[in-house]
């Protein structure tokens, strides 16, 4: 006779089959990220040339960008790199936590989340595109003809990569937006009626967003509240398509309580006697005969 599996024993051996899961699959997003790196390092220099092009582009005749730190010549490059292949990884790297948790979700929810995932990656490479081919030409543009004329533009390259890379992640996960919008009424935490309702709100949020995600400077503050806005727009209206269904039948629901309200105040009506009916015709004729009080 063979002896009845330990619960315990059961569950930590669960456990560690998902650790180790869970470890293959962070390995390959490591090792996504090292092959870009080591494949894009010869070309570091290039690509940083050509990330601070549209700067470079509108400095004044003869002016150049300047290293402070005596390694900036070479961090600045490496980190460019750096960032760039975990940035082309990133695809790599949401299909592996995907293929993670999408044992555990129902059906509805893997159609649901596929879509989202690929919508999600592209959303974030567009607002880094839009930042780089809208934004960035504007913002050094208008900075660059403001100052004194006295004043010789020489920019860190390590100072300027920081600023391009916060414009990059603010613009980037501001075009989530419509994701944020669907998940949220997928999850049932609003409707896209309520959320119509708080366009208002939505807008003033957006400039706040673009005041938080965005160096200070009025420009990039409103070249992203506009878009948010826009995307947020673009959500209400797919997830209106998306949860057709659900929002048909809040509506009918709303029409069910409505009635039902109205077939309550008829069998009240009904249950009452001539009397009690006249007595209330004659208070109602009373309130509405009272002078209103200022």
Known sequence: MSEEEDPD?????????????LRDRVVRMVLSVLVLFLGMFYWANDIYVY???????????GATMIAIDVASPFLTPFKLVLMLAVFLSMPVILYQC??????????????????????????FYTGVAFAYYVVFPLVFGFFTSVGPEMINISTD??????????????????????????????????????????????????????????????????LLAFPVWLLFEAGLIASRIIFRDREFDDDKNELDDDSDTVMANANHADNLSDEEMESELDQAEADESKPDKT
């Open 9 to 21: 024993q059961s569950t930590a051996g669960s456990l560690m089959s998902h650790l180790f899961e």
């Open 51 to 61: 990330l601070a092009e549209p700067l470079t582009r509108q400095l004044p005749e």
């Open 98 to 123: 995907w293929s993670f948790v999408a044992p555990g979700l129902y059906a509805k929810e893997k159609r649901l989340a596929g879509p989202l995932l690929v919508s999600s990656i592209l959303l």
């Open 157 to 222: 390259i390590g100072r300027y990569l920081d600023f391009v890379l916060a414009l990059f992640f603010g613009f980037g996960l501001a075009f989530e937006v419509p994701i944020a919008t669907i998940i949220l009424i997928a999850i049932g935490v609003t409707t896209p009626k309520s959320l119509a309702e708080k366009r208002p709100y939505v807008i003033v949020g957006a400039f706040i967003l673009g005041m938080l995600l965005t160096p200070p400077d009025i420009i990039s503050q409103v």
